[in-house]
């Protein structure tokens, strides 16, 4: 009986975890967070799916990392030894792209080892998962890093189609707008058409009310 | 400030009993995050180890792409040291190199091709990190088109009594390429001369 029940409450934290990340305390419209990535890599689609799949991969390492160590850790030293997992994490995925997606490794450029600084992996280890069992850390990373690609889509969706006037995923054009296409909105490619596109989205989903209930 | 010694001392003696003799010890810190970034360096190691041939290959397929974007005629290469020679139908139709210029963003690297007589064939921005909409404007043809059949001795901004007339707003990034593409192409055309001898 009392097993069922903890593992019962158990899957439902963990879902809670995930879905927590997503909305509630989406890392970039709701504790804008890592706004450096989202303002500079998001010119297109393939950059932000590509900078996502970083961030997630070394967000669930870390966190797990960090979660596993955290009765060991010195109080002293933790923020070096988050720092250097953290780090750890990010050189083997730089290589990774490098090796085998240097179009990708290109393009997003400095952004790539800037990850360590990024202050959602660093504040999840901080906030989340130094204090936490590791099943909940990797609940936590999963909704955290889903809920900065979802921002990093939208905000890339609508710099992509107003800064080229069409929509391009891995290489094969989805859609594009007659006459935007030819005569494109170059500003929003340009760094201050990233915070245009944010701050409306911001606004956009304040005004919503979606996160009325954090 | 005698009161934050107090907690200070009280926290040390907490910590001390309830958690294992190391736990407690002075030196534990500074032996775990030893220990982790051993660990740390080790992974690394042995990532780099695993990826290190599969990005020198990349590499290389990247030149050569340029090389035959550049002499579209080739049909065989032979790299050198440091430099790459372009054949067709076993006659040296060209040579090429990669020069590295410091620009306003950081470190911008050219592909440049050479004809037989040392002449500019065409110069290709491999990789820069300059101000979008200024300092890239480096990449686009209007700027490298006017490296095309310059000897080394034109290739400077018109101010310094060169060819190339600087981008107007990134006479930085400007004057980075044309100096690197400069100094490299000096360089080059002596190693090239001596290793044809």
Redesign the interface.
């Given at each position: 009986m009392m097993p069922e029940e903890t593992k019962n409450t158990n899957s439902r934290r963990f879902a809670k975890e995930i879905l927590k990340g997503l909305v509630i305390a989406n890392p970039v419209f709701v504790l804008v967070l890592g706004l450096c990535p989202t303002l500079a890599v998001t010119v297109s689609i393939d950059n932000a799916l590509g900078m996502s799949a970083g961030v997630i991969f070394v967000l669930l390492g870390s966190n797990l990392i960090i979660s596993m160590i955290r009765k060991i850790t010195p109080q002293l030293a933790r923020i070096p030894v988050y720092i250097v997992v953290i780090a750890t994490f990010v050189t083997i995925l730089s290589l990774v792209f490098e090796a085998y997606l240097p179009p990708l490794h290109e393009s997003l450029g400095i952004y790539l080892p800037l990850i360590v600084v990024n202050c959602i992996i660093l504040g999840r280890a901080e906030a989340f998962a130094s204090k936490n069992t590791i099943l909940l850390s990797i609940a936590d990373a999963i909704g955290i890093g889903v809920g900065f690609a979802l921002s990093m889509i939208i905000v890339s969706f609508f710099r992509e189609i107003l800064g080229t006037g069409k929509l391009t995923v891995f290489g094969k054009t989805l859609f594009s707008i007659p006459v935007l296409s030819s005569d494109p909105l170059a500003f929003f490619i340009m760094p201050p058409g990233a915070f245009l596109v944010l701050g409306l989205l911001l606004a956009l989903f304040r005004w919503l009310g979606v996160l009325n209930n954090e | 400030m005698n009161e934050n010694r107090q907690i200070h001392d009280k926290k040390i003696k907490k910590s001390s009993s309830c958690s294992e003799k190391i736990?407690g010890n002075r030196f534990?810190?500074?032996i775990?995050?030893t220990i982790?970034?051993f660990v740390?360096v080790s992974?690394?190691m042995v990532?780099?180890n695993m990826?290190r041939v599969?990005?020198l290959a990349?590499k290389d397929a990247?030149i050569i792409s340029q090389l035959k974007a550049i002499f579209t005629d080739t049909d065989d290469y032979e790299p050198k040291k440091d430099y790459y020679i372009a054949y067709r139908d076993k006659q040296v139709i060209g040579f090429a190199f990669v020069a590295k210029g410091k620009g306003y963003g950081g470190e911008i690297n050219i592909f440049v091709g050479l004809n037989t007589d040392f002449t500019i064939e065409q110069i290709k921005i491999l990789?820069n990190?300059e101000t979008?909409?200024l300092g890239t404007k480096i990449t686009e043809d209007s700027f490298t088109g006017q490296f095309k059949g310059l000897s080394f001795k034109d290739v400077s901004l018109s101010k310094d009594g060169g060819k190339i007339d600087a981008i107007t707003g990134a006479t930085i990034s400007s004057k980075a390429v044309t100096d690197a593409v400069r100094k490299e192409l000096e360089e080059k055309i002596e190693v090239i001369k001596s290793d044809m001898k």
């Open positions: - | 736990f534990y810190p500074l775990f995050l982790i970034v740390s992974l690394v990532v780099n990826t599969k990005i990349e990247a990789s990190t979008p909409g």
